[in-house]
DNA sequence: GTCTATACCGCGATAGAC
DNA sequence: GTCTATCGCGGTATAGAC
């Protein structure tokens, strides 16, 4: 995409992107996705309307666009999870690595959580892996999802999710937030309580 | 049915505001209250977008207007429990409590957690009695809110509304998933389970 | 007191000039 | 690649019919 002459061509076209999506996420972070106009982005990069609309079809795209890394992780935690033997390992795996993938984009996880443009997104983002959509649950619920496994996985789930993305947890450094997550999440999920990374 | 001029006027406003509200709940539910536009509302009842304006001067209103209901009950149990002696007896009371309305009101709780419409209009709704606000995790927390607290409750509160308000429940009858929920929510808070009422 | 007609402005989105 | 111009729809607002 780089080559040659294209340095001016790189940064216009691959570097307005990334830029733009920052500023979204950014501007999303600050007012919501419903809160955040065209215009604002368009401001915030000193351009127009139009030229957000050359890089993106559609607002929907940006908020998809947005939210795509973090499902990545998320798809990557949910495969290597699946690959461990014992059950055990399956839900100590996914658990660390999901409540890692929540502190780590605390932002974007409370975006995640409260607002329906990016619930629509991600839906869509998935439609092509579905196996892990329900893959998450499937892992945690066992064979047997029977009533209270099936509640249980929901609960945890959601509850560590919007419980990392809330603004009453902005103060807590990374380290001591994933553990206090951690806790709670073994607790819930009737895993033995171990070592404080 | 009629419309004469004496039963239009004591069976419009009282009546016509009641009609709105629970045709816009169906239809936020439906649709989620960014998708639904007082087009939408008015076209359902048959009238023009000006007189659903009549009855409320802002699209906000609506929404408080339709989750109000729930927050006063959220409120007087949170009072109730409060009320209780022991600090036992005050997470029973309003876990069961926090449960009960959440499985009763599954349609509304599953907007709220998804909608920052709803959300917005929530926070608004409470502007007076924060007290109930904090006082929900005041009374999960007790005295010492420490971090290990702090993340049990909002991971419980979120994750008990959420899991019942999610589709995937929407096959359970109240009982099952009220109980369900119950057990998740005890062992979460370190309460003894017991009695299936 | 209840509703209709109508207008306003900002939004997401499209078409076409440079 | 970015712009101007324009469209239709959304929430909001007012004047006035009954």
Redesign the pocket.
């Given at each position: 995409m780089t080559t040659g002459t294209a340095e001016a061509?790189?940064r216009?076209?691959?570097d307005?992107?990334t830029r733009l999506l920052d500023t979204a996420l950014r501007l999303f972070t600050e007012h919501g996705?419903?809160g955040?106009?065209?215009?604002?982005?368009?401001d915030a990069?000193?351009?127009?309307?139009?030229?957000?609309?050359?890089?993106?079809?559609?607002?929907?795209?940006?908020t998809e666009a947005v939210t795509e890394p973090a499902l990545r992780e998320l798809d990557a935690i949910v495969t290597e999870a699946s690959k461990q033997r014992r059950r055990g390992a399956q839900i100590d795996h996914l658990l660390a690595g999901f409540i890692d993938l929540v502190v780590r984009h605390r932002a974007l996880v409370a975006l995640f959580s409260s607002d329906p443009g990016v619930a629509r997104a991600v839906e869509k983002s998935i439609h092509g892996s579905e196996d892990f959509k329900q893959g998450l649950l499937g892992l945690l619920c066992g064979d047997n999802p029977d009533t209270a496994a099936m509640v249980t996985a929901h609960v945890a789930l959601a509850g560590l999710a919007m419980a990392g993305g809330s603004p009453a947890m902005a103060a807590l450094d990374d380290e001591t937030l994933r553990e206090a997550l951690l806790e709670v999440g073994r607790r819930l999920l009737g895993r033995p309580r171990h070592r404080t990374a």
């Open positions: 061509g790189a216009g076209a691959a307005t992107r996705v419903e955040t106009s065209l215009q604002m982005i368009a990069l000193g351009v127009t309307k139009a030229a957000v609309y050359y890089h993106f079809k559609a607002k929907d795209e940006i």
